[in-house]
């Protein structure tokens, strides 16, 4: 009796970030990393922006790399921060568009707030800040972790983060960001597909129980990134079986932000069959298929 063919292994990241917000690398390089990294599928996932979608879909053809393009959404649940990952929106959906240019335009002046905070402690200033941020991008704290670095403050991100960047610190300050069930709602709305973004990841700061994911699921989430770097297995197992009660596809992916964190393409990965539910609830942008 003759075993059946193996399937090929297909290896699918959907999480990364690229100097269109605080990844290090550019859309393009970001993809030509993940097929260099041996991946056969990755998502582009900027903070609160699609700048990196035209960039990374040529790469994606140049390579022979499936793209989906994606976002990363900040928002909130009463004080509480939450991630939402935003895959095949329609990145033209003015509703969603003008939350996104709300919540820039808050970054930009928390920045300036975190920045003057900061100096009054180490030599730091705006203008070493904005030269850390490429054209278009919106200013976070890794840009004022990188401008701390370039100023021999610290030695790198991690350093940054955890003297003077965290959340409570003395230097912190607030974003606007909306409300995560409002968010779940646009971004189906924009025919996209949202995923809970490292639900269970302590180390972020605060996190919110399984009841509110309930009311994320009942606003229309789909998924749940359950392998993160930054879930622990205790987590993991938490977030896994959140998916199971609540019905929603798990994912897994990197987290990727270049040079900007420890995190390496393809660690955590998602299954071809979740991919393709995925595929298939998705109606506001295409994928790019380029693996032939």
């Not at 990241?13 to 393009?28: E, M, Q, V």
């Not at 009463?78 to 820039?104: C, K, M, N, V």
């Not at 003297?163 to 409570?168: A, C, H, Q, W």
Request: aromatic share 6%; glycine share 8%.
């Amino acid at each position: 009796m003759t075993s059946p063919p193996k399937l090929p292994v297909v290896r699918i990241d959907l999480h990364t970030h690229s100097d269109a917000s605080d990844g290090t690398g550019s859309p393009g390089q970001v993809v030509a990393e993940a097929a260099a990294a041996g991946l056969d599928v990755v998502a582009l996932t900027d903070h609160d922006s699609t700048r990196g979608w035209d960039e990374a879909s040529r790469a994606a053809r140049e390579h022979g790399i499936d793209l989906l393009p994606g976002m990363e959404i900040s928002c909130t649940y009463y004080g509480t921060s939450i991630h939402l990952l935003s895959y095949l929106h329609d990145p033209q959906f003015e509703p969603l568009l003008a939350q996104l240019e709300h919540a820039r335009a808050s970054r930009d002046t928390r920045a300036q707030r975190i920045v003057d905070r900061l100096a009054t402690v180490v030599p730091l200033t705006w203008d070493q800040v904005r030269a850390q941020v490429s054209d278009g991008a919106t200013v976070g704290r890794p840009h004022i972790a990188d401008a701390l670095v370039a100023s021999g403050a610290v030695a790198d991100r991690t350093e940054a983060f955890d003297r003077y960047l965290y959340n409570g610190s003395p230097y912190y300050a607030s974003h606007y960001a909306i409300d995560v069930l409002e968010a779940i709602e646009l971004v189906r709305a924009a025919g996209g597909v949202p995923v809970f973004a490292h639900p269970f990841a302590q180390k972020r700061g605060r996190i919110v129980d399984e009841s509110v994911i309930a009311q994320m699921r009942d606003a229309g989430l789909v998924g749940i990134e359950v392998n993160h770097p930054d879930h622990d297995p205790a987590q993991t197992r938490r977030a896994l079986e959140a998916a199971r009660t609540f019905g929603l596809l798990v994912t897994g992916s990197s987290d990727y932000h270049g040079d900007g964190k420890p995190n390496r393409l393809g660690e955590q990965l998602t299954s071809p069959q979740v991919l393709a539910q995925i595929l298939a609830r998705a109606s506001g942008s295409e994928p790019v298929l380029a693996r032939g």
